[in-house]
T-cell receptor, first 111, second 115 residues
């Protein structure tokens, strides 16, 4: 079945790296995503990774995928106050399947 | 349109009234999703459309909730006899089905408050 788990809150100091973790249970998931939701705003896709990849880097963002443990992580380098938001991981087994989100983690960046 | 459009952006209704929420997906996107986000909660899946049919409506909380999609485009989510626990932000997203671009584009949501 599909279930996505995330912890709820993370606080980091500006300039430090943030690591946000996610565990999913559907081993057939082909597409895995990270979304960001700023206060009062809609969800914005940050990055995604296909299941045939182990890592993807996009500027300050690094996504790591451990398929054996069904573990997905998002590392944000040089975290800024503008990174404060709720971060959701999401999975989808295939193009014709529903998108399942985790509960989200609130990242708070302190000066 | 350029993005997913939802209307109204805010809706305040009295308990027991019916409400209709509208979603205009991105032109050409065949898949459409409805989610609900309650205060402090994650995204709760409600229903998913592929074209005009709904392969998965397992997330609808009760028979007071229904949704339809016509012409493979606009979708409406209807909540009958609203209750206070229905208060939440209702989010709509659309995705293209085929091809490598599988990003889900979200609308800004409809904030529903039942008083």
């Amino acid at each position: 079945g599909e279930d996505v788990e995330q912890s709820l809150f993370l606080s980091v100091r500006e300039g430090d790296s943030s690591v946000i973790n996610c565990t999913y249970t559907d081993s057939s998931s082909t597409y895995l995503y990270w979304y960001k939701q700023e206060p009062g705003a809609g969800l914005q896709l940050l990055t995604y990774i296909f299941s045939n990849m182990d890592m993807k880097q996009d500027q300050r963002l690094t996504v790591l995928l451990n398929k054996k443990d069904k573990h997905l992580s998002l590392r944000i380098a040089d975290t800024q106050t503008g990174d404060s938001a709720i971060y959701f991981c999401a999975e989808r087994p295939g193009a014709n399947s529903k998108l399942t989100f985790g509960k989200g983690i609130t990242l708070s960046v302190r000066p | 349109g350029a993005g997913v459009s939802q209307s109204p952006s805010n809706k305040v209704t009295e308990k027991g009234k019916d409400v209709e929420l509208r979603c205009d997906p991105i032109s050409g996107h065949t898949a459409l999703y409805w989610y609900r986000q309650s205060l402090g909660q994650g995204l709760e899946f409600l229903i998913y459309f592929q074209g005009n049919s709904a392969p998965d409506k397992s997330g609808l909380p009760s028979d007071r909730f229904s949704a339809e999609r016509t012409g493979g485009s606009v979708s409406t989510l209807t909540i009958q006899r609203t209750q206070q626990e229905d208060s939440a932000v209702y989010l709509c997203a659309s995705t293209p089905v085929v091809g490598r671009n599988t990003e889900a584009f979200f609308g800004q949501g409809t904030r529903l408050t039942v008083v």
